[in-house]
């Protein structure tokens, strides 16, 4: 197994060009950040992300979870690690200062987000959790509610869970059947939730987990949802953690990967009912836990670009060392990564990896736009952001899984073993197109709510705007090529578009069929322009020789060997979608 080292100079230029850093600091919430002020915090990070967090990935994986005695125990090394990062504030980079947090752009810590996730990806679901409950509390939650428990959220010192499936529900959240009972001015919470991520551990004093649970009486369907907090520990008169509330691990899952994570199922009110409180109005609690799973799904993307980093960085290592054949101009036997063919599916790691985490960077800043911005730009930013973040919870996470199988490629016989740990981000990244919504869930939305929805019209202006961008990479001497190639792959996605608009509301099984590939095609074309325009960003910029000669090569392979998958995409996303159901259900 190889150490983790985050690549700093590739988020510091995500940061700078494809977010576009400057201008999210101009906002006047961030009035006295200056850019240069990022820079020690992302080395710091960094520096915290290798010494203290990557240790504990491979004993997170061999050890795992259990439970004892009602609790669930995990790797007593995750509680150390979990401590060190909330004494040094790491979970409040982005939260509000009322609220304890440090108050900067979301844009930032989205960067330092992706260095836990590499380091150990079942640890940091505890932190990107508790993340988006804050968010959800903050958007939703009474005053006084806030006051109670956003401060803790915010530090991370009291971690949050999201409660939405059960056994005969899945992702049909309408099927749910957790009660809540009134009692006074709280309710009695009744039900069992399973595959809850982090749904309990002793790593921290309280646990505040919020719940979909349907109030007695409420209405059939979403509509008779509502959202409550629950938290582990009932708070005495002072605020701190009292008397255990009525809610339990009933069990953990054995997983095929993110061993360290504990995936729970939950029992609620056993005895006298959970005690739980009200988050936002009656009835409304699915739009209220949408703006805690949009957060996830944003960070679930980016935790394929950051398990894609870690495999990247392993398979580069061993092919550096691994000596097997001959190649030109190297004296004996030879490491591999001198054959052409395994650079190759280096190369196809890295330029997706670095594609998608430019298309990650200005998809976390639109999120400070939206809740910093001032006249139009909120609403405009909140449509942009609406319209991605299916794409960059789909693309990112699917994708993930060709990197990290590559990872496996690379080191031959020897990755399928679990000495070298390559096998181990291959069986971590199989959950994330999965988990926050499928990528059916993901394409069905992106197709349906985001496409359909306006008659594409968000997406059209979207490929306008880096049409723009093509213009001037084609207008750059060095560029010219890959602006065509650019164009090219954003052409294709709007003929997609196109033909969803015109056959998505007459053929009822159009979106489903088209959904996933068109999904894909934009992830690939989008991806690839934003990447290309930070890139014609960092050179105006002036940026270091030999990182802008190794960005425009990764560049054009990118242009050369992926952005072509937009022909197969487009393709599939406008076959007769009545090839797909031409088999009866009880023939499949």
């Known amino acids: 197994m190889t150490d983790y080292n985050a690549p700093l100079d590739d988020i510091r230029f995500c940061a700078r060009y494809a977010a576009g850093l400057s201008d999210v600091l101009a906002l006047d919430a961030f009035d006295g950040v200056e850019l240069d002020d990022i820079d020690p915090i992302l080395d710091e990070a960094a520096r915290f992300a290798r010494d203290v967090i990557a240790p504990t990935n491979r004993i997170g994986d061999t050890e795992g979870c ?12 995750f509680g150390d690690a979990y401590a060190q990062l909330v004494e040094n504030g790491w979970l409040g980079i ?3 200062p009322e609220y304890d947090g440090m108050g900067l752009p979301e844009t930032v810590a989205h960067a330092t987000t992706e260095m836990w996730q590499s380091a150990n990806l079942g640890f940091s679901l505890v932190s990107l959790l508790t993340r988006d409950a804050a968010s959800a509390m903050s958007a939703h939650a009474s005053d006084q509610l806030k006051q109670t428990y956003l401060p803790k959220l915010t530090t991370g010192e009291w971690p949050g869970t999201m409660h939405l499936t059960e056994a005969q529900a899945g992702s049909d959240l309408a099927a749910i059947t957790t009660r809540a009972v009134r009692d006074g001015d709280a309710f009695r919470i009744h039900g069992t939730k399973i595959f809850i991520t982090w749904g309990d551990h002793e790593i921290a004093k309280n646990i505040v987990h919020l719940v979909l649970a349907r109030i007695d009486g409420a209405p059939e369907g979403v ?9 582990k520990y009932l708070l005495d008169e002072n605020g701190e953690p009292g008397e255990r509330n009525d809610v339990y691990p009933a069990s953990v899952e054995h997983k095929l990967g993110i061993h360290g994570s504990p995936t729970c199922v939950m029992s609620f009110g056993d005895d006298d009912g959970a005690v739980g409180y009200l988050v936002g109005e009656e009835n409304k609690g699915l739009a209220a836990m949408f703006t805690m799973m949009n957060h996830a799904r944003i960070g679930v993307g980016q935790q394929g670009v950051a398990i894609g980093e870690r495999s990247y960085q392993q398979a580069v290592a061993y092919a550096r060392e691994r000596l097997q054949g001959r190649a030109p ?8 990564v001198h054959h052409a063919d395994v650079r190759r599916m280096l190369m196809l790691m890295r330029s997706q990896i670095e594609a998608m985490r430019a298309l990650g960077a200005y998809t976390a800043s639109l999120v400070d736009r939206e ?21 960059a919870k789909g693309w990112q996470t699917e994708t993930s899984l060709e990197i990290t199988s590559l990872g496996v490629q690379v080191h031959g016989g020897m990755g399928y073993v679990e000495e070298t740990g390559s096998a181990q981000h291959y069986r971590d990244a199989r959950i994330l197109p999965i988990y926050e919504g499928t990528t059916g869930i993901q ?14 019209r968000e997406i059209l202006a979207l490929i306008g705007e880096l049409g723009a961008t093509c213009d001037a990479l ?5 560029l010219g090529g890959v602006g065509a190639d650019i164009r090219s792959g954003l052409a294709l996605l709007e003929r997609g578009v196109d033909w969803l608009v015109e056959n998505g509301t007459t053929n009822a099984a159009a979106a489903g069929s088209s959904g996933v590939n068109l999904l894909m095609l934009a992830g690939v074309a989008l991806g690839g322009a934003i990447l290309a325009g930070a890139t014609l960003a960092a050179k105006s910029a002036g940026e270091d020789a030999d990182f802008m000669a190794g960005k425009k090569a990764t560049l054009r392979f990118y242009c050369a060997h992926v952005l072509p998958r937009a022909h197969g995409y487009l393709a599939a996303a406008t076959a007769d979608p009545d090839e797909t159901m031409a088999i009866a259900a009880d023939r499949l």
């Open 66 to 77: 259990r439970v004892e005695d009602g609790k669930v125990i995990v790797p007593a090394e």
């Open 329 to 336: 101009g190297i004296e004996g036997r030879a490491p591999i």
């Open 443 to 456: 394409a069905g939305d992106f197709a349906g709510r985001k496409i359909l929805a306006d008659e594409g």
């Open 223 to 231: 509509r008779g949802i509502s959202l409550f907090v629950v938290p």
């Open 371 to 391: 809740r910093h911005g001032a006249g139009e730009q909120p609403a405009a930013a909140a449509r942009r952001l609406a319209l991605l973040t299916p794409v």
């Open 94 to 96: 982005g939260g509000p």
């Open 474 to 478: 084609e207008a750059d001497d060095e």
